[in-house]
């Protein structure tokens, strides 16, 4: 391994992307109804409550419900410094699935969907590639390739199941079990020009890695019933700690890279860091302003400070709390069709030191739209719409854009 690729390396330390606006590796997009009204903590539904009030389950009609759907998303995210632009396009899909029975003496649920994290990511023309050259001082590495072309993605799955089951007739509670999956990979090739094959010694570099870790969790949930119009939701997920474990195809042998490692840790093979997914409370409210008309409000918290994030040996990244807000609106024009709307606003919490040149949690707004269609009393489909709005941000001279949306199809069958 050579000076050049390390250099390289030091500057994409954690290729991976948040697809949606919410904190850090977190996303909302449990099912395609957040597209188009993303308040649903406190909501009572057939095909997302299962996701974001599970104590809320214990107020539907008596059945077997299975849920299933896909989200897409799309968009680009750029980067630019000095007058160049480094951009790449983002595509990525977004399963969930559930399967829940609720009696009246319980509802078991299972769930199965993304929960962080979401995309994969390629650079074709380089990122931004300060490095500190001995004797130069900082440079711009892609004064010295022909082409660098860099591949990565950042995926979250998790699972979940449980139990809701009534305290009184208003109040109902749940308990679930989380399980989370997490894997992060790395793929980088480049090529020198003239100049940079004499400087480095080389006519190119290439890295292949991949990150994977494992880790469980809890699930905890209250729902609060009033009255037919009034329902409030609370749900809390436990932290679940994440030790990413490094395979990575290096040579071992060079002494250059031994020494440069050493530095640049991350990429040594067998090494662990720690990136956990942070504990998460959710606070929700639907309101029956008439028979046909539903209107929500909703937030979350992400105690990131109290996970270790981005830890390598005994350093880490200290991330800030992060927070959101969702409004929302459902209005049934006939008993078959509604149409839904609703805002969100993240703030990630990200600090400036957690802006890689591949990374970054810009803050948001979520405009969505969606229809909802139920040609019969057992059957339920969802479409619906979004579009992100980001904050851009300039750090060390690097200024951070993104512009995404998605469109998603939820179906729903209750037997």
Do not use: C
């Not at 057939?46 to 989200?71: C, H, K």
């Not at 994969?120 to 390739?145: H, T």
């Not at 001279?397 to 998603?408: H, M, N, R, V």
Request: avoid cysteine; hydrophobic fraction near 35%; aromatic fraction near 14%.
């Amino acid at each position: 391994m050579n000076r050049f690729k390390l250099s390289l390396l030091a500057l994409i330390a954690s290729l991976s992307v948040s697809t949606m606006g919410a904190s850090i590796d977190h996303i909302q997009n449990y099912s395609a109804e957040y597209g188009g009204n993303p308040a649903q903590q406190g909501a009572i539904n057939v095909g997302s409550t299962v996701y974001f009030n599970p104590a809320g389950l214990m107020r539907l009609e008596n059945g077997t419900y299975i849920v299933g759907g896909i989200q897409y998303a799309f968009g680009d995210q750029n980067m630019s410094q000095g007058g160049r632009d480094f951009s790449t396009n983002l595509s990525s899909p977004i399963p969930n699935f559930a399967l829940y029975k609720k009696t009246d003496d319980g509802a078991y649920f299972w769930t199965m969907g993304g929960v962080g994290g979401g995309a994969e990511l390629e650079y074709k023309d380089s990122i931004p590639l300060i490095i500190n050259m001995p004797g130069m001082g900082q440079v711009d590495g892609n004064d010295f390739l022909n082409s660098a072309n860099l591949k990565g993605s950042n995926i979250y799955a998790q699972t979940t199941i449980g139990k809701a089951f009534n305290l009184t007739d208003k109040w109902s509670a749940s308990i679930a079990l989380r399980g989370v999956y997490g894997k992060r990979t790395l793929k980088a090739k480049a090529r020198t020009n003239g100049l940079g094959t004499f400087v480095f010694k080389t006519d190119g570099a290439e890295i292949d890695s991949e990150r994977e870790a494992v880790g469980f969790g809890g699930q905890f949930g209250l729902n609060y019933a009033p009255n037919d119009k009034l329902n409030i939701g609370f749900r809390y997920d436990t932290k679940v700690k994440l030790d990413f474990k490094t395979e990575s195809d290096y040579d071992k042998s060079n002494k250059i890279a031994t020494v440069l490692l050493g530095k640049y840790p991350v990429y040594v093979d067998g090494l662990k860091t720690r990136r956990d997914l942070p504990a998460l409370a959710a606070l929700g409210a639907s309101y029956k302003v008439t028979n046909q008309w539903t209107t929500f409000i909703g937030g979350n918290y992400y105690f990131n400070e109290s996970a270790t994030m981005d830890r390598v040996g005994s350093m880490n990244v200290d991330y800030k709390n992060g927070w959101e807000i969702s409004v929302g609106s459902e209005y049934w024009f006939t008993p078959q069709i509604a149409w839904l709307v609703g805002f969100n606003y993240a703030d990630t919490g990200a600090p400036d030191k957690s802006f890689a040149a591949t990374e970054y949690a810009l803050n948001s707004t979520m405009l969505g739209t969606g229809v909802k269609y139920r040609p019969n009393e057992t059957v339920e489909w969802t479409v619906a719409f979004n579009h992100y709005i980001y904050d851009s941000r300039t750090v060390n001279d690097i200024k951070y854009e993104k512009e995404i949306s998605s469109i998603g199809i939820n179906f729903v069958k209750k037997f």
